[in-house]
């Protein structure tokens, strides 16, 4: 997928978006105690990584508490309402959030501390309006959700410091507009954290250029029985533009194809909606 998430950073991301309404979870200590039990993400990590097209001033805008679809009875944390628009600068049209700690961390520092061991699935509640059919190319489109996959890439290195690389990585895609997928109303969905994606970004301890950043020495980090300490990214989610429904400027051209999105016309809003972001102790339930 052209727009998936990956460990890596993804190509276009705003260094420092905030959600325009909401309180921001604190991060006044970054040597707290390690989270062990059910927890909201929106209780420590802040959505505040925009990425592809909400580098883009005004096209991917979001709210917490304001706007959202009516809540689930136990909803847990923050509800969110995003409204994206494709970019005008014939950038590949994608968009996506990540809910990191600190705020605006890409790997810069340690994430929060976690007894990642405890856990067992990410859980979350989420809907999209837009046009129909939502498809690229003629092509349907997942919704990506993912936690974990923070890596800097030798950035911070470069400036002098060290990287700060999420151990964990696990991730799903969601087909918008299908009966099984993410629709226009609220449903639930699950990401499995198995043993092995709880170590999946383990990094060399033995490497001066990167924060050691899981359980024991060598010997585990070779055997791949390692797993995550800290937590940078604990969720995110990304998705394309519907490019197919889009009128285009020029009838020479076809626009829906490669990039041309400053040939789109009047495109109309996607709206994505996001409720009880949950790290959750119990198994998720059998597909």
């Known amino acids: 997928m052209r727009y998936a998430l990956r460990r890596a950073w993804p190509p276009r991301l705003a260094a420092a978006a905030l959600l325009a309404a909401g309180c921001l979870p604190s991060i006044a200590d970054l040597n707290s105690g390690p989270l062990n039990a059910t927890f909201a993400v929106s209780d420590f990590f802040a959505p505040s990584g925009y990425m592809g097209d909400g580098e883009y001033f005004g096209k991917l805008v979001g709210t917490a508490n304001e706007g ?20 005008d600068v014939d950038a ?21 501390a976690i007894d990642i061991s405890r856990f067992k699935q990410i859980s979350f509640w989420a809907a999209v309006e837009g046009p129909s059919p939502y498809t690229v190319e003629q092509n349907s489109v997942p919704f990506v959700a993912q936690a974990g996959g923070i890596d800097p890439k030798g950035r911070y290195v470069s400036e002098g410091e060290k990287d700060y690389v999420d151990g964990v990585l696990t991730s799903r895609g969601f087909t918008v507009g299908s009966q099984d997928g993410v629709t226009t109303e609220m449903k639930q969905f699950h990401i ?17 250029n990167k924060g050691r950043n899981c359980t024991g020495g060598e010997a585990e980090f070779v055997a791949g029985t390692a797993q995550a300490t800290f937590l940078i990214g604990a969720f995110a989610w990304a998705m394309h533009y519907p490019t197919d429904v889009v009128k285009c400027a020029d009838p020479n051209v076809d626009c ?5 999105s400053s040939m789109f016309v009047d495109p109309p809003p996607v709206r994505i909606y996001l409720d009880d972001i949950v790290w959750d102790t119990e198994e998720a339930p059998a597909p």
């Open 68 to 87: 959202c679809k009516a809540r689930a009875g136990l909803a847990r944390g923050n509800c969110y309402a995003f409204t994206y628009w494709p970019n």
């Open 92 to 112: 590949d049209p994608w968009a996506g959030v990540f809910w990191v700690f600190p705020a605006n961390s890409w790997g810069s520092t340690r994430g929060r």
């Open 192 to 208: 499995p954290l198995s043993d092995f994606q709880k170590g999946a970004g383990c990094q060399d301890p033995n490497d001066p």
């Open 256 to 260: 829906h194809v490669d990039q041309h």
